[in-house]
């Protein structure tokens, strides 16, 4: 059989298998645009505000393919052609996968209050001193902002409180320092009392400063932790979830 009879033989010709490939080249795109946007600000490709509009096109072109992968799906069913309605599935179940991602984000961003400095000691937080010349050439302020953020973060984050380690001083400065190592923090400076360190963002390579400070107390070494952003008015609670993760940092070096 020719392949002239083939091709008249296949209901809807070649467009169910044209709007299916349409789909995975859109998801392809859009794929480029979300992953290409974090690296090419933290190699100083774009600016910050390129990168997030690279997101935003990313964001938009997902739904566009999950669209007509949605498109491709109903017409190679319509036209009962197997292959072109699985690959517009994949590719609409593709586009969710990749669009939770950013709703995900968007959803913290809701929620979360617009703070970026986060810490367990709102009326005497641990300062910034090793780091203050990396934070004052960025956006946010070296000093804590005051009792703007301390009210909106006791309502948002009421459990972010100091720990209180029962052991000798230098002992609990070397756990808290083996936390802050385990998490892969970059420790800027280092003393018996005081552990400054940045962490640094896997994607976009954002820089988020941490000061730790030690006090000897009755109760033991009670340790307190400041962590701030150098960028953006709000953080989607990324700094308390940090200071949650270092605290449970402790308690696995603990145990």
Known sequence: ??????????????????????????????????????????????????????????????????????????VATLCRRLQPALLGGLVVAAAAIMLAVPWLHWQRAQTAPPIHDITTDTEDPPAFEALAAAREAAPNAVEYPGEAFA????????????LVLELPLGLAR???????????????D??????????????????DDVSIRLTETDEGVRIDVRSASRLGRGDMGTNAARIRDYFEAIERRLD
């Open 1 to 74: 059989m020719s392949a002239l009879n083939r091709q008249r033989r296949l209901r809807g010709g070649r467009w169910p298998a044209r709007i299916a490939w349409l789909s995975v080249l859109l998801l392809l795109l859009a794929a480029l645009l979300l992953a290409g946007a974090g690296p090419a600000y933290r190699l100083d490709l774009l600016p910050l505000g390129s990168a997030f509009g690279m997101l935003r096109r990313g964001i938009q072109i997902t739904a566009g393919a999950a669209a007509v992968g949605l498109l491709a799906l109903l």
């Open 151 to 162: 009210r909106q973060q006791r309502e948002a984050y009421p459990d972010i409180e100091p």
């Open 174 to 188: 070397d756990v808290a320092e083996a936390a802050v190592l385990d998490l892969g923090w970059e420790i800027a």
């Open 190 to 207: 280092n003393s018996l009392t005081r552990i400054e360190a940045t962490d640094t963002t896997t994607w976009f390579g954002f820089k």
